[in-house]
Protein backbone atom coordinates (compact mmCIF):
# COMPACT_ATOMS: atom_id res chain seq x y z
CA UNK A 1 0.00 0.00 0.00
CA UNK A 2 1.26 3.87 -0.27
CA UNK A 3 3.25 5.27 2.33
CA UNK A 4 4.93 8.34 3.72
CA UNK A 5 8.11 8.37 5.66
CA UNK A 6 9.24 11.74 6.71
CA UNK A 7 12.13 12.86 9.34
CA UNK A 8 11.76 12.75 12.87
CA UNK A 9 11.63 15.44 15.06
CA UNK A 10 11.89 17.94 16.57
CA UNK A 11 13.95 19.82 14.12
CA UNK A 12 15.34 22.78 16.08
CA UNK A 13 16.48 26.24 14.40
CA UNK A 14 17.70 29.74 14.92
CA UNK A 15 15.84 32.10 13.03
CA UNK A 16 17.19 33.24 9.89
CA UNK A 17 18.61 29.18 9.13
CA UNK A 18 17.96 26.93 6.57
CA UNK A 19 14.87 24.76 6.58
CA UNK A 20 14.71 21.12 4.94
CA UNK A 21 12.75 18.88 6.05
CA UNK A 22 12.84 14.94 4.35
CA UNK A 23 9.85 13.08 2.72
CA UNK A 24 9.67 10.17 0.77
CA UNK A 25 7.01 8.30 -0.46
CA UNK A 26 5.72 4.90 -1.38
CA UNK A 27 2.90 4.75 -4.07
CA UNK A 28 1.75 2.10 -6.93
CA UNK A 29 0.59 5.07 -9.09
CA UNK A 30 1.16 8.52 -9.93
CA UNK A 31 0.42 10.59 -6.72
CA UNK A 32 0.14 14.21 -5.88
CA UNK A 33 1.75 15.49 -3.19
CA UNK A 34 1.43 17.44 -0.44
CA UNK A 35 2.38 19.48 2.39
CA UNK A 36 0.26 20.91 5.52
CA UNK A 37 1.03 23.07 8.10
CA UNK A 38 -0.50 22.41 11.46
CA UNK A 39 0.37 25.02 14.17
CA UNK A 40 -0.73 24.42 18.23
CA UNK A 41 -3.98 23.73 19.04
CA UNK A 42 -5.48 24.05 15.24
CA UNK A 43 -6.12 22.15 12.05
CA UNK A 44 -3.98 21.08 9.50
CA UNK A 45 -3.57 23.90 6.65
CA UNK A 46 -2.25 22.85 3.02
CA UNK A 47 0.77 24.50 2.49
CA UNK A 48 1.62 23.58 -1.31
CA UNK A 49 0.84 20.91 -3.94
CA UNK A 50 2.66 19.30 -6.73
CA UNK A 51 0.50 17.09 -9.12
CA UNK A 52 2.99 15.82 -11.63
CA UNK A 53 6.60 15.13 -11.69
CA UNK A 54 9.10 17.60 -11.37
CA UNK A 55 6.55 20.12 -10.25
CA UNK A 56 7.91 22.71 -7.75
CA UNK A 57 4.95 23.97 -4.84
CA UNK A 58 5.15 27.22 -3.63
CA UNK A 59 4.13 29.12 -0.68
CA UNK A 60 4.96 31.53 2.12
CA UNK A 61 8.37 30.75 0.84
CA UNK A 62 8.15 27.55 1.54
CA UNK A 63 9.28 25.23 -1.79
CA UNK A 64 8.61 21.01 -2.80
CA UNK A 65 9.83 19.56 -5.93
CA UNK A 66 7.98 16.37 -7.16
CA UNK A 67 11.12 13.74 -7.94
CA UNK A 68 9.61 10.75 -9.41
CA UNK A 69 12.98 9.32 -9.83
CA UNK A 70 14.11 9.52 -5.82
CA UNK A 71 10.15 9.43 -4.60
CA UNK A 72 10.54 12.77 -2.92
CA UNK A 73 9.16 15.90 -1.82
CA UNK A 74 11.43 17.77 0.53
CA UNK A 75 10.02 20.96 1.98
CA UNK A 76 12.48 23.69 2.04
CA UNK A 77 12.70 27.28 3.45
CA UNK A 78 15.48 29.29 3.18
CA UNK A 79 14.90 31.46 5.98
CA UNK A 80 12.92 30.54 8.64
CA UNK A 81 11.07 32.75 11.19
CA UNK A 82 9.48 31.88 14.79
CA UNK A 83 6.20 32.09 13.66
CA UNK A 84 7.39 28.81 11.33
CA UNK A 85 7.42 26.99 14.42
CA UNK A 86 4.60 24.42 13.60
CA UNK A 87 4.17 20.68 12.77
CA UNK A 88 4.68 19.88 9.24
CA UNK A 89 3.06 16.64 7.48
CA UNK A 90 3.82 15.65 3.88
CA UNK A 91 0.72 13.62 2.24
CA UNK A 92 0.01 11.70 -1.26
CA UNK A 93 -3.24 11.17 -2.85
CA UNK A 94 -3.60 8.07 -5.41
CA UNK A 95 -5.83 8.02 -7.56
CA UNK A 96 -7.70 5.40 -7.08
CA UNK A 97 -11.21 5.92 -6.71
CA UNK A 98 -11.26 6.85 -2.57
CA UNK A 99 -10.10 10.25 -2.45
CA UNK A 100 -8.51 9.71 0.54
CA UNK A 101 -4.83 10.54 1.31
CA UNK A 102 -2.36 9.39 2.75
CA UNK A 103 -0.12 11.22 5.86
CA UNK A 104 3.59 10.65 7.04
CA UNK A 105 3.79 10.87 11.10
CA UNK A 106 4.06 14.67 10.98
CA UNK A 107 7.98 16.52 11.72
CA UNK A 108 7.89 19.42 14.25
CA UNK A 109 10.07 22.51 13.78
CA UNK A 110 10.86 24.86 16.23
CA UNK A 111 11.89 27.93 15.31
CA UNK A 112 14.31 30.06 17.99
CA UNK A 113 15.36 34.04 18.28
CA UNK B 1 -15.38 30.89 -0.42
CA UNK B 2 -15.98 27.73 1.30
CA UNK B 3 -15.41 27.37 5.04
CA UNK B 4 -15.69 24.24 7.55
CA UNK B 5 -16.85 24.45 11.26
CA UNK B 6 -16.98 22.11 13.76
CA UNK B 7 -18.07 22.22 17.18
CA UNK B 8 -17.56 22.00 19.89
CA UNK B 9 -14.24 23.38 19.59
CA UNK B 10 -13.54 21.53 23.23
CA UNK B 11 -15.48 18.88 25.17
CA UNK B 12 -15.18 16.84 28.48
CA UNK B 13 -17.24 13.77 29.09
CA UNK B 14 -16.91 11.07 31.64
CA UNK B 15 -16.73 7.27 30.15
CA UNK B 16 -19.64 5.76 28.87
CA UNK B 17 -21.25 8.36 27.63
CA UNK B 18 -22.27 9.78 24.02
CA UNK B 19 -20.85 11.44 22.03
CA UNK B 20 -21.63 13.75 18.56
CA UNK B 21 -19.43 15.81 17.12
CA UNK B 22 -20.60 17.91 14.05
CA UNK B 23 -19.07 19.16 11.04
CA UNK B 24 -20.52 21.93 8.31
CA UNK B 25 -19.25 22.94 5.50
CA UNK B 26 -20.31 26.19 3.96
CA UNK B 27 -19.24 27.33 -0.06
CA UNK B 28 -19.11 24.48 -1.67
CA UNK B 29 -21.81 21.18 -2.72
CA UNK B 30 -21.29 17.52 -3.16
CA UNK B 31 -17.87 17.59 -1.02
CA UNK B 32 -16.22 14.54 0.08
CA UNK B 33 -16.20 15.02 3.68
CA UNK B 34 -13.31 12.94 6.31
CA UNK B 35 -12.81 12.60 10.06
CA UNK B 36 -9.99 12.01 11.53
CA UNK B 37 -8.54 11.48 15.30
CA UNK B 38 -5.23 13.02 16.04
CA UNK B 39 -4.08 11.27 19.34
CA UNK B 40 -1.73 13.44 21.37
CA UNK B 41 2.20 13.69 19.74
CA UNK B 42 1.12 11.32 16.78
CA UNK B 43 0.07 11.61 13.33
CA UNK B 44 -3.85 11.35 11.74
CA UNK B 45 -5.84 8.09 11.66
CA UNK B 46 -8.84 8.26 9.06
CA UNK B 47 -11.74 7.38 10.72
CA UNK B 48 -14.62 7.60 8.08
CA UNK B 49 -14.71 9.46 4.48
CA UNK B 50 -17.94 9.71 2.72
CA UNK B 51 -18.22 10.70 -0.95
CA UNK B 52 -21.95 11.69 -0.29
CA UNK B 53 -25.53 11.58 1.45
CA UNK B 54 -25.55 8.21 3.33
CA UNK B 55 -22.51 6.84 1.62
CA UNK B 56 -20.01 6.23 4.72
CA UNK B 57 -17.15 4.08 4.99
CA UNK B 58 -15.06 3.25 7.84
CA UNK B 59 -11.59 3.20 7.94
CA UNK B 60 -10.84 1.38 11.62
CA UNK B 61 -13.03 -0.72 13.41
CA UNK B 62 -14.06 1.04 16.74
CA UNK B 63 -17.12 2.43 18.90
CA UNK B 64 -17.50 5.33 16.74
CA UNK B 65 -19.61 5.86 13.79
CA UNK B 66 -20.34 8.59 11.34
CA UNK B 67 -24.03 9.58 9.40
CA UNK B 68 -23.95 12.31 6.55
CA UNK B 69 -27.91 13.39 6.97
CA UNK B 70 -27.22 16.47 4.45
CA UNK B 71 -24.80 17.63 1.75
CA UNK B 72 -23.18 19.26 3.49
CA UNK B 73 -22.82 17.97 7.13
CA UNK B 74 -20.55 15.11 8.50
CA UNK B 75 -22.02 14.14 12.30
CA UNK B 76 -19.07 11.60 14.41
CA UNK B 77 -21.02 9.91 17.26
CA UNK B 78 -20.72 7.53 20.14
CA UNK B 79 -23.25 5.57 22.14
CA UNK B 80 -19.94 5.17 24.79
CA UNK B 81 -17.12 6.90 25.02
CA UNK B 82 -13.93 4.67 25.97
CA UNK B 83 -10.89 6.31 27.63
CA UNK B 84 -9.12 6.23 24.73
CA UNK B 85 -11.50 7.92 22.66
CA UNK B 86 -9.37 10.66 23.63
CA UNK B 87 -7.89 12.88 21.14
CA UNK B 88 -8.50 15.67 18.45
CA UNK B 89 -10.98 15.62 16.10
CA UNK B 90 -10.77 16.91 12.64
CA UNK B 91 -13.14 17.26 9.98
CA UNK B 92 -11.89 17.69 6.06
CA UNK B 93 -13.73 18.38 3.02
CA UNK B 94 -12.42 17.61 -0.45
CA UNK B 95 -13.93 18.51 -4.12
CA UNK B 96 -15.07 15.79 -6.18
CA UNK B 97 -13.23 14.61 -8.91
CA UNK B 98 -9.91 17.22 -8.17
CA UNK B 99 -6.16 16.31 -7.11
CA UNK B 100 -8.19 15.31 -3.75
CA UNK B 101 -6.31 18.33 -1.60
CA UNK B 102 -8.15 18.17 1.71
CA UNK B 103 -9.13 21.24 3.95
CA UNK B 104 -9.76 20.90 7.75
CA UNK B 105 -11.90 22.11 10.24
CA UNK B 106 -10.47 23.95 13.50
CA UNK B 107 -10.73 20.80 15.02
CA UNK B 108 -12.62 19.35 18.64
CA UNK B 109 -10.58 18.65 21.19
CA UNK B 110 -11.96 15.46 23.07
CA UNK B 111 -11.21 14.87 26.72
CA UNK B 112 -12.88 11.58 27.87
CA UNK B 113 -12.19 11.10 32.06
Known amino acids: GDSVTQMEGPVTLSEEAFLTINCTYT??????LFWYVQYPGEGLQLLLK?????DKGSNKGFEATYRKETTSFHLEKGSVQVSDSAVYFC????????????FGKGTMLLVSP | SQTIHQWPATLVQPVGSPLSLECTVEGTSNPNLYWYRQAAGRGLQLLFYSVGIGQISSEVPQNLSASRPQDRQFILSSKKLLLSDSGFYLCAWSVQGGTYEQYFGPGTRLTVT
Open chain 1, 91 to 102: ALSDYLGYSTLT
Open chain 1, 27 to 32: ATGYPS
Open chain 1, 50 to 54: ATKAD
